[in-house]
């Protein structure tokens, strides 16, 4: 069973930076696709970033530049948030793609919506 559990979260001022830390277990997959959605009240999803068993990430324009993914070798997730604005304030999920198969640079999005969710974790930009 894929579990998937966010921490890190908080309360934040512009310009400051968090960093959100997503705990896996179960996923056992050699090749993969994992990683970060937000979504704010009255918004829908929105896909921050992706990096798959080969490194490679993938970026939302929103983001580029301040927000960084990483893993580790057991498939700890992370995401680095600089210069945070408070148009990034949103609940921040940890997902994992289905199946053994590496981020599709065009479709990683829909990749990782099919795939598994955590419980999210609360980020909030004050100006």
């Known amino acids: 069973q894929v579990q998937l559990v966010e921490s890190g979260g908080g309360s934040v001022q512009a310009g400051g930076s968090l960093r959100l830390s997503c705990a896996a277990s179960?996923?056992?997959?050699?090749?993969?696709?994992m990683g970060w959605f937000r979504q704010a009240p009255g918004n829908e999803r929105e896909g921050v970033a992706a990096i798959d068993s080969d490194g490679r990430t993938s970026y939302a324009d929103s983001v580029k530049g301040r927000f960084t993914i990483s893993q580790d070798n057991a498939k700890n997730l992370y995401l680095q948030m600089n210069s945070v604005k408070p148009d990034d304030t949103a609940m921040y999920y940890c997902?994992?793609?289905?199946?053994?198969?590496?981020?599709?640079?065009?479709?990683?999005?829909?990749?990782?919506?099919?795939?598994?969710w955590g419980q999210g974790t609360q980020v909030t930009v004050s100006s």
């Open positions: 997902t994992a793609a289905r199946g053994k198969s590496d981020c599709n640079s065009w479709s990683w999005r829909s990749q990782l919506e099919a795939g598994y």
């Open positions: 179960g996923y056992t997959y050699s090749r993969y696709c």
